[in-house]
Each structure stands twice: as structure tokens, then as C-alpha cells.
């Protein structure tokens, strides 16, 4: 865009790009605000204003007027499933931010219509039942009505999946077949599957299930996880620390994000860890790795972090709230063998410990290796989830060298954390401000794609506010945090904890050239509405990856997405919805419709002597004597 000022001077280290007229959250205690910056070669060279900028500007120098919006050092998601998740994303129908049950059948019914035969209706992840008007899951009889012949299957969170029937038969579950260990297939009274499956309380019942669903093949590959990307970029994402997880494997499914790096095609930078997939081989999984590649192997683009987040698969406990806490077998042992290799290889490791009794027994084994002086060592390690870990559990993780790294699993599962373990429990999970407190770098993400969303302004939003998707205020404010805490949990703590501090995480000369430039003001917008938020300038490395408003077309153009018949070339991804303050009408169309949804399911199940005939009176303690 042109711009009124600053003219083009004939110069031999002019910038890339300039962005001017802005709001700047620099991070930066040196420089904390700004009004504009300089890229040149991917890196920042000023922040400042436009006096400052100016002798940068030359004749090919794009410059971008910010409008006064605010911008922020691009943002770091410190745990994501990005390179599953891309895999994955153009064959997926996201109900991330739809409000209504109703809206999400009408989508899946839709979906369900221009699917081809053979091929699944999936949802995965991203959503709760309590984000919904209606407060409910589909039932099997919705979906058997929105697509009779094509298979449908609707992961909810880590406790169950509906199927339809079709689904049912493609997977190839009848009442002869066994259910595996730690999960169930719900079955009727004549012994065939009913179309519920549950995490019992492992989740692999679920995941094992959809990966019977076919896959994307050749350059659909690429051109889904380049869609994926973009989404993210989206919300103002210019990094992500990669978890990996199940049905992950090394080297094959990271060829693709391989290859797009190659081709500089990446949009979002990736640091990525390496998961053992096999229970039984996992050193000698580990141990190859370790022989094949080092630590740090790549560049700013693409980078290998270290090993996890599940090290043995004995050590993981799972993350189903709906059930009790599991009783892991003794795995010590295994996991020691485990941990000292990495160790003493120089290599960082991550954790999935979702309960404190878990991560004691981790530390144990920690401890004792420390007598050998291999903790702390100067290796990255951290623990992911951590709900709840205790006080004494986060004062063992200092003394040896550890990390955090919080998700917001519980904006998606509050409800149920608070009926299992009640609302003081619910208080302090995870104790976030207590982590801090000791000093230790707390990395924020999501955890998405499978049950949260990747949206990163839900998760700042849950930091700050401590609600559910639900509206349900799980933390009270002696665990919340500030919003420029929480900003920093989601720019300078992931940089920290790929050790990349030095180079990304704020807004200075000589860091990589990655910011966004925001739809609204985080730091003053009502706070409900933080989760309305979006990014409107992306830039990666001085690389526009994302403009939308005053700025489409400004961004890299991406090859159409393909298949044809993909969930995402109709419905997009996430389905932003009103700012709060501005939808009242429309909040409250769609909870009349949820309304009488729901007095229709209330009917159906009255017919067949499930329900009283008539609805409960409506109780109001207002109007009580």
C-alpha cells in the first residue's frame, strides 16, 4: 500500500516489508511500544516509528498500513499435533466454534450428501457438547438420519465416539467383536454394537477406530497440510512446538512437512519430537533416532526438538475426565532405561503426565538419576497437562531443570473435571500461577486437533478468564493470569522452550521477522470477546502468510483444496461467531432454535417411555418461598 511519508529512497539495505500505523506489543522490556517495523531477509533490522523506518524504504519495499489495529510478536503454539493435524485437515468436518447441535447436523447432513461412496464423514476434535445450546452429543438416530449410507463418526473429546450404521459396518464391528483393552463398544440388548464407543479409560478404542477411515494420498498430502497451515496463520499462529502422538510415525509421516520445507512452502515454523509408537520397542525406536539424527537438526523453519511426549507407553496415564484416574502398572524401570539415553545423548524429552500421582513416580526416577549427574544437565525437558500436579511435585521439576507446558483441555472438559473431582479440585487444574511463581517457563497450547480447538485466542481466553466453552468458571482469579502473561506463555515461553529465545518470541531488531496484526485490540477488548479474535496481517520471516479485510490478496497464493467434496472447500475450518457484545439478536435466534431441538428430543424420548410425558416444571429459585 502506498503510504502518504515515506518515500522510496534509493537504498542498498532496504526492507522486504514495512508496516507502519500500528498498535506494537513488542515484548521487548527495552522497547515495549511501537508504531513501526522493518523486515529485511526474514529478520527484523527497526522498531520504532516512522521517522525510524523510513531511510529503509525503497522501491520494492512493500509497506502495510496497520490502520492503528494492534500487533503482537507472532504467536507460539507450544503444543500442537500441527503435523497429524495437516495431514488430516481437508478430510475433516470441524465443529470448532459452531454453536448449536442443530447447525452442527445441518452441516454433517450436508457434508454427508456430496461425499463420495467409500469415503467417511469425520469429526474430530475441536468441540464439546457444553459449547452447545443444547447441552448434548448427536445421538446414533441423528446420525443414522442425517446420512443413512455413508459412514459418520463423531469423536467427542478423549470419552466416547458415535458412529452411524454405516460407520458401524465399515469399520467391521459386530457383536462377535471383542472389546479392547481399556475401551468399549456399547452394545443393545441384542448384543450388536448400538454405535457408542468408550474410552474406558483409554482412548485408543477412538483413534484405532478412525484409522480404518481412508487417508489422502500423494499431493493431497501436501495441499491439506498447506490449507492447515494457512488456518492456522489464521489466528495469528506463526510457530508451533509439534507433540507428535499416536499413529505418528517417524520418518513416514513427517516426509510431507519435510517437503514442504524444501520447497519453502511452510507458513508456520515447526520443532517437532519423536513418539516410539510401539509398545516393546521403544528404545530400540529411541536409540535409532538417536544414531540417525541430532538434536536441533534443521533450521528456523523446521527443526527436531527431542523425543515425546510418551517416552514408554507404560508411563502415560490417559486424560478422560468422564472416568476415574488409571492405576499404572510398574513401568519404571523401562522408563529409566529410557530417560538415561536420552540424557545422557544430549537429547530433550516432553511428558504427557496428566495426573500428580503420574508425574511423582516420574520424578523419582529423575531424582535418582540425578545422583549420577544427569539431572540437571542442560537438556530441555517439561512436562505437558499437568492438571494436577502438587506444590512439592513443581518444586522437584525446579530443582532438576524442568519446564511446563499447559494446554486448555479443560476449556473443552471442565464440566466434567468438576463433577469428578469437585470444584476446589477444579481450582487450581492446572495451577498455573503457582508454576510461575517458581520461576519455571510455562509454554501454552492447545493440545488440538482431536479434542481441542487450534484456535490459540480460546486457549488465551481460558488463561485469562479461567471459563469453559461452556461459561463455566472453573479457575477463580488466584489462579488466572494477566493478558500480557498470558500473551508471553504463547510467544516468549515456546521460543524458550526450543531454545529459540534469542531469536523469536517479541518484536526487536535481529529476531525473525514473524508478527500479526490483529482484528482487535487484545489488550483492551472485553474480555468475553478475546475469544472472538483473529489475525488480519500474518507475517512469517517478513513473508505475508495470511491477510484478510483491508489486506485480501496481499498473501501467498494456495493450490484449491483438494478433494473436491472436502468439508473444508464448503464449510472452511473453524466458524467464527460473533463478537459478544454484538450478537445479542443472533445469540438469541439460535437459542430458540436449540429450544424447541430440544423439546422435540424431549418428545421423542417421552414416546418411547423415556421421559415423562410431560416436560419439568422450570425451577427459579427467584420465585421460590
Known amino acids: 500500500m502506498p503510504v502518504g511519508g515515506l518515500v522510496p529512497r534509493a537504498t542498498d539495505n532496504a526492507a522486504d516489508l514495512v508496516v507502519r500505523n500500528a498498535k506494537i506489543?513488542?515484548?521487548?522490556?527495552?522497547?515495549?511500544?511501537?508504531?513501526?517495523?522493518?523486515?529485511?531477509?526474514?529478520?527484523?533490522?527497526?522498531?520504532?516509528?516512522?521517522?525510524?523506518?523510513?531511510?529503509?524504504?525503497?522501491?520494492?519495499?512493500?509497506?502495510?498500513?496497520?490502520?492503528?489495529?494492534?500487533?503482537?510478536p507472532g504467536l507460539n503454539d507450544a503444543h500442537l499435533h500441527v503435523i497429524r493435524g495437516g495431514l488430516n485437515y481437508v478430510l475433516e468436518l470441524r465443529w470448532d466454534g459452531v454453536p448449536t447441535l442443530r447447525q452442527g447436523l445441518a452441516m454433517l447432513r450436508e457434508q454427508a450428501a456430496r461425499t463420495p461412496k467409500g469415503q467417511w464423514v469425520r469429526v474430530v476434535g475441536g468441540w464439546s457438547a457444553e459449547q452447545f445450546a443444547e447441552r448434548r452429543l448427536p445421538t446414533v438416530a441423528e446420525l443414522n438420519a442425517a446420512a443413512p449410507d455413508t459412514p459418520v463418526f463423531v469423536l467427542h473429546l478423549y470419552q466416547s465416539a458415535v458412529l452411524n450404521r454405516a460407520a458401524l459396518k465399515a469399520a467391521g464391528y459386530t457383536r462377535d467383536t471383542p472389546d479392547p483393552k481399556?475401551?468399549?463398544?456399547?452394545?443393545?440388548?441384542?448384543?450388536?454394537?448400538?454405535?457408542?464407543?468408550?474410552?474406558?479409560?483409554?482412548?485408543?478404542?477412538?483413534?484405532?477406530?478412525?484409522?480404518?477411515?481412508?487417508?489422502?494420498?500423494?499431493?493431497?498430502?501436501?495441499?491439506?497440510?498447506?490449507?492447515?497451515?494457512r488456518e492456522?496463520?489464521?489466528?495469528?499462529?506463526?510457530?508451533?512446538?509439534?507433540?507428535?502422538?499416536?499413529?505418528?510415525?517417524?520418518?513416514?509421516?513427517?516426509?510431507?512437512?519435510?517437503?514442504?520445507?524444501?520447497?519453502?512452502?511452510?507458513?508456520?515454523?515447526?520443532?517437532?519430537?519423536?513418539?516410539?509408537?510401539?509398545?516393546?520397542?521403544?528404545?530400540?525406536?529411541?536409540?535409532?533416532?538417536?544414531?540417525?539424527?541430532?538434536?536441533?537438526?534443521?533450521?528456523?523453519?523446521?527443526?527436531?526438538?527431542?523425543?515425546?511426549?510418551?517416552?514408554?507407553?507404560?508411563?502415560?496415564?490417559?486424560?478422560?475426565?468422564?472416568?476415574?484416574?488409571?492405576?499404572?502398572?510398574?513401568?519404571?524401570?523401562?522408563f529409566e532405561k529410557a530417560v538415561r539415553l536420552l540424557m545422557e545423548n544430549g537429547w530433550g524429552f516432553r511428558l504427557h503426565a496428566t495426573y500428580d500421582e503420574t508425574i511423582r513416580r516420574d520424578l523419582t526416577v529423575f531424582e535418582k538419576l540425578a545422583t549420577e549427574g544427569l539431572f540437571p544437565a542442560g537438556?530441555?525437558?517439561?512436562?505437558?497437562?499437568?492438571?494436577?500436579?502438587?506444590?512439592?511435585?513443581?518444586?522437584?521439576?525446579?530443582?532438576?531443570?524442568?519446564?511446563?507446558?499447559?494446554?486448555?483441555?479443560?476449556?473443552?472438559?471442565?464440566?466434567?473435571?468438576?463433577?469428578?473431582?469437585?470444584?476446589?479440585?477444579?481450582?487450581?487444574?492446572?495451577?498455573?500461577?503457582?508454576?510461575?511463581?517458581?520461576?519455571?517457563?510455562?509454554?501454552a497450547g492447545t493440545d488440538a486437533t482431536r479434542v481441542s480447538t487450534y484456535n490459540p485466542w480460546i486457549a488465551l481466553h481460558w488463561l485469562i478468564s479461567g471459563r469453559t466453552v461452556g461459561d463455566l468458571v472453573v479457575r477463580p482469579p488466584h489462579n488466572r493470569v494477566d493478558r500480557q502473561t498470558a500473551l508471553s506463555m504463547f510467544t516468549e515461553a515456546g521460543a524458550s522452550l526450543t531454545g529459540e529465545?534469542?531469536?523469536?518470541?517479541?518484536?526487536?531488531?535481529?529476531?525473525?521477522?514473524?508478527?500479526?496484526?490483529?482484528?482487535?485490540?487484545?489488550f483492551t477488548v472485553p474480555e468475553p470477546d478475546i475469544a472472538h479474535i483473529e489475525s488480519q496481517l500474518t507475517v512469517v520471516g517478513g513473508r505475508i502468510v495470511y491477510a484478510a479485510a483491508e489486506y485480501e490478496g496481499l498473501d501467498e497464493e494456495l493450490p484449491p483444496v483438494s478433494p473436491a467434496w472436502s468439508p473444508v472447500a464448503h464449510f472452511g475450518g473453524y466458524q467464527a461467531t460473533p463478537r459478544a457484545g454484538l450478537s445479542g439478536a443472533r445469540q438469541a435466534e439460535l437459542l430458540g432454535q436449540a429450544v424447541a431441538e430440544s423439546e422435540q428430543h424431549r418428545q421423542w424420548r417421552a414416546r418411547r417411555g423415556l421421559a415423562p410425558e410431560t416436560a419439568s416444571p422450570v425451577f427459579d429459585p427467584c420465585f421460590s418461598l
Open 25 to 72: 506489543h513488542t515484548g521487548d522490556p527495552g522497547r515495549p511500544q511501537a508504531e513501526a517495523i522493518a523486515i529485511r531477509d526474514g529478520v527484523i533490522t527497526v522498531v520504532g516509528d516512522d521517522s525510524d523506518v523510513a531511510p529503509q524504504v525503497g522501491p520494492a519495499t512493500k509497506v502495510v498500513d496497520a490502520l492503528g489495529r494492534r500487533m503482537v
Open 182 to 229: 481399556g475401551g468399549q463398544i456399547v452394545r443393545g440388548r441384542d448384543g450388536e454394537p448400538t454405535g457408542m464407543l468408550l474410552a474406558a479409560p483409554s482412548a485408543l478404542i477412538l483413534y484405532s477406530t478412525l484409522a480404518k477411515a481412508p487417508v489422502l494420498e500423494g499431493e493431497d498430502k501436501k495441499t491439506s497440510t498447506r490449507h492447515f497451515l
Open 232 to 334: 492456522l496463520n489464521r489466528f495469528g499462529l506463526t510457530s508451533a512446538i509439534d507433540a507428535a502422538g499416536g499413529f505418528q510415525n517417524f520418518p513416514d509421516n513427517y516426509s510431507t512437512v519435510v517437503e514442504l520445507a524444501k520447497a519453502g512452502q511452510l507458513s508456520l515454523r515447526i520443532a517437532y519430537h519423536l513418539f516410539p509408537q510401539t509398545a516393546g520397542q521403544e528404545i530400540d525406536d529411541l536409540t535409532r533416532w538417536i544414531e540417525m539424527a541430532r538434536l536441533e537438526d534443521g533450521d528456523e523453519w523446521l527443526r527436531l526438538n527431542g523425543a515425546g511426549e510418551n517416552l514408554t507407553w507404560s508411563a502415560a496415564d490417559f486424560e478422560n475426565f468422564a472416568e476415574p484416574r488409571p492405576e499404572l502398572a510398574d513401568y519404571e524401570a523401562e
Open 379 to 443: 537438556n530441555r525437558w517439561l512436562f505437558d497437562h499437568a492438571e494436577t500436579v502438587s506444590a512439592d511435585s513443581l518444586d522437584r521439576i525446579a530443582a532438576l531443570g524442568g519446564a511446563m507446558s499447559v494446554q486448555n483441555r479443560l476449556s473443552f472438559q471442565g464440566e466434567a473435571f468438576v463433577r469428578r473431582y469437585g470444584p476446589g479440585a477444579a481450582a487450581d487444574a492446572p495451577p498455573i500461577r503457582a508454576m510461575l511463581e517458581r520461576g519455571l517457563t510455562v509454554g
Open 501 to 522: 529465545e534469542g531469536v523469536k518470541g517479541v518484536l526487536r531488531p535481529g529476531f525473525l521477522g514473524d508478527l500479526a496484526v490483529l482484528s482487535e485490540d487484545y
